[in-house]
């Protein structure tokens, strides 16, 4: 990182702004976003985008809603209201023709959920302690096709738990094939986990009694983590509803973190979104697998090969079904996947009317080397390999309202039964049973 001394003028004012402004925050705990707003830069060029890189490789803490990319919509980013950090962004991004800047979300202030207390459980988005409870609620409460289990422990020594949900007609010993579903890989979007758990819950509660789920449930089983990034999720909770990577310190250096979905054992460091700089959002890790979360769930699914036929990893934002490659533009995966994510997305669209871009995630959103789709499809051979970008496209980001998560569930839930249905038809046809 260059120093402030070594910076252009207008870096270095901003530079130093962003500084004061990040200690600011650190004054208080939980941290306060009142008066933070999120800007929507046009990225109009391979110049705009080449200072935008710039920018975030110099300035680390910057808060990044978004990678960059070359369109309208350019790059989302949080700006703090720190006296003279806003006004230092302003200037910067708009001189010498840079990218023009629109405040995407107008002059609300950036405020923490204030939603009613829950009257059931997806009225609200719940800590780990809540979401574990809810767990063995249901791994009580349905004993016959819930077994609540853990893939291993966190830095922080978290247990990271899960549900096998299982059809009471399996034999002992039988080995089906497997759906692995997983959210908060990415702590602060908190959506990914609440709509996990509601495609978790519909397959248990309504088993025996819709047609459709009991058929799928009879047929596969299905792997649920609601919360990948347990330390990282818990600390959104408590300290920084803005925080994005795991917990995890790194040595010589006072930034916390590794984002966990640059951390796959899978072309790590190369190309794309990621970054060496441990003060980045997008830190890659000291070594593939460096992060525990991410190993811990390789492990698994390499212990549950070659049964697990799709795995999807959900996140937020942007209405994305993605397949691989992130790390390559010119390579693509089987057209069966691109396929099953076109029949995914046509399903969730009938729902609420919601229409999710289906493409490779280094063409539709941008490259990304050592990422979970990466892996999961190369390493562990698993065909139907997604990440998906749940709601919004950005009017509220990462700070959906709790009263969507439903309407999230129920869009993504009628996906992921078409998926079902089309890998049910797609296995069927090459006679993999």
């Known amino acids: 990182m260059l120093s402030p001394h070594a910076a252009s003028p207008d870096l270095a ?5 962003l500084n004061d402004a990040a200690a600011a925050e650190l004054v208080s705990v939980p941290l306060r976003f009142e008066g933070h707003q999120v800007w929507r830069v046009a990225i109009r060029s391979q110049t705009d985008l080449d200072r935008i890189f710039t920018l975030q490789e110099q300035v680390p803490t910057l808060d990044y809603w978004t990678d960059p990319r070359i369109d309208s919509h350019g790059v989302d980013i949080r700006v703090s209201s720190a006296k003279g950090a806003q006004d230092a962004l302003s200037d910067y991004l708009n001189s010498n023709r840079n990218p023009p800047v629109e405040n995407s979300h107008g002059q609300q202030s950036f405020l923490t959920d204030t939603a009613d207390p829950i009257k059931s459980y997806f009225t609200k988005y719940h800590p780990t302690s809540e979401i574990n409870s809810y767990l063995s609620y249901l791994a009580t409460t349905y004993p016959d096709i819930v077994e609540m289990f853990s893939i291993g422990e966190t830095y922080e020594g978290r247990n990271q738990w899960g549900v096998k949900i299982r059809s009471p007609k399996t034999h002992l010993g039988a080995q089906k094939k497997e759906f692995v579903f997983f959210g908060g890989h990415h702590a602060r979007e908190w959506i990914g986990p609440a709509v996990v758990q509601y495609i978790m819950t519909e397959l248990i509660v309504k088993y025996g009694q819709n047609e459709e789920i009991t058929t799928a449930l009879d047929d596969f089983d299905f792997t649920i983590i609601p919360v990948l990034n347990v330390d990282g999720y818990e600390y959104t909770h408590t300290t920084n509803r803005m925080w994005r990577k795991n917990r995890q310190p790194n040595h010589s250096n006072t930034c916390v973190g590794t984002d966990p979905n640059r951390n796959w054992d899978t072309n790590w460091g190369g190309d794309g979104t990621s970054s060496k700089n441990p003060c980045s959002d997008s830190f890659i890790g000291t070594a593939p697998f460096s992060a525990p979360e991410p190993r811990n769930i390789a492990a698994y699914i390499s212990s549950r ?11 937020a934002y942007s209405q994305l079904w993605m397949f691989p490659y992130g790390s390559y533009c010119d390579v693509f995966a089987d057209v069966h996947v691109e396929e099953g994510a076109k029949k995914a997305a046509a399903a969730l669209k009938k729902v609420h009317g919601k229409s999710f871009a289906v493409g490779s995630i280094c063409n539709i959103i941008y490259q990304a080397s050592g990422s979970s ?8 051979n698993v065909t139907f390999s997604y990440g998906v970008e749940l709601r919004d496209q950005g ?3 990462f700070l959906l309202p709790p009263k969507q998560i439903v309407l999230s569930g129920e869009e993504t839930f009628a996906a992921v039964l078409a998926l079902v249905q089309y890998i049910r038809k797609y296995l069927g046809g090459v006679g993999a049973f």
Do not use: R
């Open 13 to 17: 004012a901003i530079y130093a702004a």
């Open 305 to 315: 090969a070659p049964n697990i036929v799709s795995v999807i990893d959900f996140h």
């Open 373 to 380: 789709v990466d892996w999961t499809y190369d390493h562990a």
């Open 395 to 397: 009017l509220y980001g």
